[in-house]
Each structure stands twice: as C-alpha cells, then as structure tokens.
C-alpha cells in the first residue's frame, strides 16, 4: 500500500464551505427531528468498522450517544434503523436541499473545490489506471447540481450515472462490473452499515477498477477535540466516523486494495478554532494554541495534521480486487 | 512461482541490498555468494567463491546479479551473457563508455538473455509520481528540468570510489549517473551537451569531480544538473518546469534516511491569483513514509526473465545513453 500525505499551502482560517443560513438550517432541522425521532440506547454494541471491538462511551449530543471503538477507534452513532430512514427520507430536507437558493449557494462557496478534486481525481486515476479520460464513472451520493455537471462535463466520463442522490431517481446505464471509476464522498457517514455500502458499491466496479472514497474520519482533530461540542457533526447527518485504521480493515475485507490514504482536510483547526471558548480545562493546550498562535502557526499545525493522518477529512483510493 | 537459480558477485552494501530483496521477491533462489574479500561472506549460509568465474563456471547460475567494483562489471556482465546467464548489473555499468558499447556488442550475440542495469531511482515514489504527472498533461509540457544531487564524502577515504583505477570516475559517475538518468527518463535524449568538472576541494582525490552541465534536447528542453560530492550534506533537488506548472522532488527515501523526507511538490501556473497570493499558487505534496523501489525494480526483472520480455527500465539502451552524456560531460 502506498501511503501519501498530502497538504496544501493555503490557509482556510477565513474561509467557509457552508453558508451560516443554510448550515443554520440544516443543524436545527436534525436536532428537531432527532428531538422528535430518538434512538433508544444500547451498550455492548460491536463496532461496526472492524467488528472485531466493542464501542465505548464517547460523548452523548442531542441525547443520542457516540461511542468509540475500543480496537480500531472508529466513532459511531447508536441509532435506531427507523429513525434514520426516515431522517434520509425526509421530503422536508429534501425539498431544502434541492431548492435553487441552496445550490446555488453551495455552488458559490464550493465551485473551486470541486474544480480542484476534479483535476486531483483526473491525476489519480492516471496515475492508477493509467488513463483518466473516457471512463465509466457511478457517482454515489453526490447531492450539488453543479458539481454534478462539473463531474459529467469533464473529460473524465464517457458514462455518468448518478445514484442515492436526492437530486434524482438512480441512473442505471453503467451496468453491475461495468464503471471504471465509483465516486463516493460523504456517503459513508450517514450509514449504519458502512460494509454493506462498500459490498454494494463493488458490485459497480469492474475488475481493477477504482474506488474513490471520501469521507470524515472519528480519528480526525477536530472530532477528537470538540466531541459533542462539534457542531459540524451531528445526529442523524453523520453517524458512521471510521478511524484509518478501521476503514483500511473494513476495505480489506470487503475485498478492495487499499492503494493510498491521505487526510487531506483542511478545515479542522478552522472549527476547533470557531469553538475554542467552549473547549474545556482538559484541553489547555490546544485552548492555549489557538488562543496565542498567529495565522502561519495555525496553518503549520493544520499542515502537520493532514500530513500525520490527523485530519477529519480522509481520502481513500482502492482498487476492486480479484474474485 | 517460478524460482531462478542466482548467484550474486560482489557483497558490499549494494550486493548486500540485492541478497536481501530477492529474498524478500521469491522469485530467485539465490545458491551461492562471491566476493574477493572473504570475510564480506562470513555472514552467509548460501556457498561461497571469491572468484568470479570460478562462481558462474561451477554452479551455472540462470540469473547473475553483479553488485562489483566499477571495473570489473563490464567483464563479468559480458562473461555471464556469453554462459547464457541473465544479468542484472548495479550501474554504472563500467568506467567509460566503451565499458558499456562493448556489454551491448555481446548482449546483440546473446538476444535470448535478459540484462538489466539498477537505475533504481526511477522506482522511487515521487519519481513514480512526477513521471505520472508529466504523461498526464495536466501541467503540459516540461520545458526544463534542474537538478542538484549531492553528498557530503570524506574523499581522504581509502576505499575503491576514490580510486580512478577502479571507478573511471567521481561523484559524476558514482551519483550524478542517476540523475542524468532521471533526466532522460522525464524528457528523452540530449542531443547537445555541455559540462565543466574540477576537484574544488579535494584537490588530490579522482572521487570529487563537482560537475556543472547544461544539455538540451531537439526539442529545446534545457536541463542542468549539479554534482557535487562537496555538498557537505546529502541532497536531492530535481526541479521540472512545465509549460502549464511546476514539479518539485525533494529528499530522497533511503535506509540511512540521510537524503531527508521524499517529497514530491506541484502547482499549477496560476498567473490569475486564483490562489489569492501572487507569487504563490496553490501547492500540493506528497510525502513518502515507504521505500518500496527495490522490491519494484527486482520484480520488473523477473516479469521481464518469466515472459521472456522487454526490460521497461534499465536496458542496456538507457545504459549507453547515460553513459555518452557523462562521456560528453568528462570530456567537455
């Protein structure tokens, strides 16, 4: 396995992926459907990352409780398969999601990053199968109009099927063992059963082909900072946090080669930083950091983390293996 | 899995890297051991020779692996071709450029064998990278390439690098071979070659050789490199300028980790300030916590013995080549 950091050299101090009305939106509507739709609490659960350890209790937000593998230190929600469909199915979300002031903001504060991972999933898969151009690729989860069109416009797809999207029922013109190339970001973590996702996601794939995932990790700093403080995970959005170590497991078994990992994010100390008055005496350190560090320190510290494999936000390149 | 016979000729640390690789690639069953120093194979269980011939002639090896002193490959890689031995030799692959004209004169009798010579640098990761993102064109076209490649040697040593006799050369032949390697392998041949050599410091010793060169291809690619083993600390800088970017390799992976962190830097040309900073564009690097070259290169050599195939890197071409722009170089 070839084992990669990757960091960039600009600071995400000012910036925002999200627009505050949008974000404010979205947070209040999980917490009233959360409020309104609880899970019950279990303990004993079994991680269901490795499945080998057993979760413990982490923090606890909007009474539903995240627990923490023992064995690979995967997050996990414990949450009730009822209430979470219905929370994926919510037409009200749904209708907020798709409406054209949403995307339209979305696109505006995300055009450049999605021209950005476009081109780095063009190198990457040059650099894996040796061609990036005219490919097969299913798009799983994808839920941003423009980004949709950025993906299906550039030279990458000769075929485009877009699935579990919000935007539209699935498409099906890329047979089962026929796409070159599965996208799949922020699809894992609303998932309970994130092996399920990765079987059903290698049926799309040819033989060889690739699977590029992406997703925010419970091994991330922020995460591991802010706990339940953290206001950019929440119940039922993002339930399944997979450590690296745990999702290279999970790969593995399922039947992918993990060809590079990196945590290329860019925006933990950004939220740590928002919330840093909230942080509590156990954590005079990092408080004491983000309290005295000018920018360049900050953006030093957010570079040793995506090169540490201590962002939240992890990329994964795997290849479908041989039956 | 296939298992080749294989002896290795010359246990220094290169012989000593090869034993343990081909060990680790389970293709070769490595029988015996030469080096003219005999305590160099006190460690070894495999039988052991200190002469060469005596070590091909007796055990009738299908694979030669040669990890000797400079002047002495060319003569065992040419005696093992005409035994019908498949050959992969440590570079350079000699002294002079006749050393290597006179191997491919054999090696056209003997087409049937398979010769590789350990241009290993091309295995690398951010060599594996730079070469990928050049063949995709999201940056265009390289136009030019620098590189400074150099080590901090007591050249007052008496070992065999520091011997003309031995080595044909200095620091040029001995280091700055991979780089010039790694320039053709970016950008293709040279057709006009210019160099400067001098002994700046160890004014005695054949080992030093600082070299300055410029060459240039048809094309008009211009490349420069600086070898120096005056450097005072161990250094690897390859810069490539392309028409749409720029590509930066820093440090080098080794087992001494003494050439730093492998790093491998792009950007886009970004004349707009989409980066908001001009001057400064949007950087991108890879780091590398794995060396896995020498396990890369040893199985691209057996795939080539098992299909009976064409050698990807390493061939005796890429040998004369590299062996003519240091010519050029030393004689300039």
Redesign the interface.
């Known amino acids: 396995m070839?084992?990669?950091?990757?960091?960039?050299?600009?600071s995400y101090l000012e910036h925002s992926l999200h627009d505050e009305f949008s974000r404010e939106y979205e947070v209040n509507f999980a917490k009233r459907f959360v409020m309104e739709n609880p899970s019950m609490k279990r303990s004993n659960v079994r991680c269901p990352v490795c499945q080998k350890g057993t979760g413990e209790f982490f923090y606890n937000k909007w009474d539903i409780d995240y627990m923490r593998c023992n064995k690979c230190k995967s997050v996990f929600a414990i949450v009730d398969d009822d209430a979470l469909k219905k929370y994926n199915d919510s037409p009200e979300l749904k209708k907020f999601r798709t409406e054209k002031n949403y995307q339209e903001m979305a696109s505006t504060n995300r055009h450049?990053i999605w021209q950005?991972n476009i081109?780095?999933i063009?190198?990457r898969t040059?650099?894996f199968c040796k061609q990036?151009k005219g490919l097969a690729v299913v798009d799983i989860g994808n839920r941003f109009e423009k980004y949709v069109d950025m993906i299906k416009s550039s030279p990458l797809c000769k075929a485009y099927d877009l699935r579990k999207s919000i935007l539209c029922e699935d498409n099906l013109t890329i047979s089962n063992g026929n796409a070159d190339l599965v996208l799949c970001f922020d699809y894992m973590q609303g998932s309970k059963n994130p092996e399920e996702r990765l079987l059903e996601v290698k049926k799309y794939l040819k033989e060889d082909g690739l699977l590029i995932l992406g997703t925010r990790a419970g091994s991330g700093f922020d995460i591991l900072t802010l706990k339940g403080k953290n206001e950019k995970i929440y119940p039922y959005e993002h339930i399944m946090l997979p450590s690296l170590e745990g999702l290279t497991e999970l790969l593995e078994k399922t039947g992918y080669e993990v060809l590079e990992l990196t945590t290329p994010g860019v925006m933990d100390v950004k939220y740590v930083f928002d919330y840093k008055d909230k942080l509590g005496d156990r954590e005079t350190f990092v408080k004491s950091l983000l309290e005295t560090g000018f920018q360049g320190m900050l953006q030093e510290f957010q570079r040793f983390l995506q090169?540490s494999g201590m962002s939240s936000f992890v990329r994964v390149i795997a290849k479908k293996g041989r039956e | 899995m296939k298992r080749f016979k294989t002896i290795i000729i010359g246990m220094g640390r290169m012989g000593q890297s090869r034993y343990r690789t081909m060990r680790e690639t389970g293709g070769f069953f490595v029988t015996a051991l030469c080096d003219a120093c005999k305590q160099k194979l006190n460690d070894y269980e495999e039988k052991k020779y200190t002469d060469w011939k005596e070590c091909i002639d007796t055990e009738l090896p299908e694979v030669v692996v040669v990890s000797t002193v400079n002047a002495v490959t060319p003569d065992i890689v040419c005696y093992a071709l005409e035994r019908e031995c498949h050959v992969f030799a440590e570079k350079p692959p000699g002294k002079t450029l006749e050393d290597v004209l006179r191997i491919k004169n054999v090696l056209e009798k003997f087409s049937g064998q398979v010769l590789k010579f350990g241009f290993n640098h091309r295995y690398h990761n951010s060599v594996i990278e730079a070469k990928c993102l050049i063949e995709s064109g999201v940056l265009g076209n390289v136009v030019a390439l620098r590189g400074v490649y150099g080590k901090a040697a007591d050249l007052s040593l008496k070992e065999w690098r520091n011997d003309i006799s031995l080595a044909g050369g200095g620091i040029l032949l001995d280091q700055g071979i991979h780089m010039l390697d790694l320039f053709r392998y970016f950008v293709g041949d040279f057709s006009e070659i210019w160099g400067y050599t001098d002994r700046l410091v160890w004014k005695n010793s054949a080992g030093e050789d600082t070299a300055f060169a410029t060459l240039k291809t048809d094309k008009g690619q211009i490349a420069t490199i600086h070898s120096s083993a005056i450097q005072w600390k161990h250094k690897f800088d390859l810069d490539i300028v392309l028409t749409g970017g720029y590509i930066a390799l820093n440090g080098l992976l080794t087992s001494t980790k003494s050439y730093g962190e492998e790093r491998i830097t792009y950007y886009y040309k970004d004349l707009e300030v989409k980066s908001g900073h001009i001057g400064n564009p949007k950087e991108y690097t890879l780091c590398f916590d794995e060396d896995h070259s020498w396990n890369i290169e040893m199985k691209e050599f057996y795939t080539a013995l098992i299909k009976r195939g064409e050698i990807e890197n390493g061939t005796i071409e890429d040998a004369v080549a590299v062996m003519r722009m240091i010519d050029k170089i030393y004689n300039s």
Do not use: H, I, P, V
């Open positions: 070839l084992r990669s950091y990757q960091y960039t050299n600009t450049g950005e081109d780095w063009m190198l040059f650099r990036n090169k």
